[in-house]
């Protein structure tokens, strides 16, 4: 009995201690996407917007993560690209992408990348407030950092590479 005392507070001590850690997402636009052919529904990086991922890359050269998101788009893997990720995962609906995270991802490092139409929508299913009413088709130089603990997330917002706001 004494035993299954211990093992059972040490188990619920476990849980609390993996409840309470913060896990840090980052949370990205894709890059600029080659407009050229407008019958393209799957383009890839422009150059200008391979430039802004290498610009993403030394903005967060000293961010080690465990993992990253993508919607199954060409811009959005090639936006992750100049990152050293072991592992990129495709994610169709936000409510699945935030039910990984929050399950496989508790207390570890994960970027996010996404669209115009879903940047502030995933920040806000993550438990934070949106940081800005809303992103444009233009805007491609933000990125959102999160703090996210339980249902609740602290949101720092800032702009990398060339400005799309002068």
């Given at each position: 009995?004494?035993?299954?005392?211990?093992?059972?507070?040490?188990?619920?001590l476990?849980v609390?201690?993996?409840?309470?850690?913060?896990?840090?997402?980052?949370?990205?636009?894709?890059?600029?996407?080659?407009?050229?052919?407008?019958?393209?529904?799957?383009?890839?990086?422009?150059?200008?917007?391979?430039?802004?991922?290498?610009?993403?890359?030394?903005?967060?050269?000293?961010v080690?993560?465990?993992?990253?998101?993508?919607?199954?788009?060409?811009?959005?893997?090639?936006t992750?690209?100049?990152?050293?990720?072991?592992?990129?995962?495709?994610?169709?609906?936000?409510?699945?992408?935030?039910?990984?995270?929050?399950?496989?991802?508790?207390?570890?490092?994960?970027?996010?990348?996404?669209?115009?139409?879903?940047?502030?929508?995933?920040?806000?299913?993550?438990?934070?407030?949106?940081?800005?009413e809303?992103?444009?088709?233009?805007?491609?130089?933000?990125?959102?950092?999160?703090?996210?603990?339980?249902?609740?997330a602290?949101?720092?917002?800032?702009?990398?590479?060339r400005?799309?706001?002068?």
């Amino acid at each position: 009995m004494k035993k299954l005392f211990v093992f059972l507070s040490f188990t619920l001590l476990f849980v609390h201690v993996l409840s309470a850690q913060t896990t840090n997402v980052w949370v990205v636009r894709h890059a600029e996407k080659d407009k050229s052919n407008p019958q393209d529904t799957n383009p890839n990086l422009s150059d200008e917007g391979r430039i802004r991922a290498g610009d993403l890359a030394t903005y967060l050269k000293k961010v080690k993560f465990d993992a990253a998101f993508a919607t199954p788009t060409k811009r959005t893997h090639q936006t992750l690209d100049s990152l050293v990720i072991q592992k990129v995962i495709d994610y169709k609906d936000i409510k699945s992408l935030v039910d990984s995270i929050k399950t496989n991802y508790v207390g570890k490092t994960v970027i996010v990348a996404g669209h115009s139409n879903t940047v502030l929508e995933i920040i806000e299913a993550l438990g934070g407030k949106r940081p800005k009413e809303e992103l444009t088709d233009d805007d491609y130089d933000y990125i959102f950092e999160l703090s996210v603990k339980e249902d609740k997330a602290r949101v720092k917002m800032d702009q990398f590479g060339r400005p799309h706001h002068l």
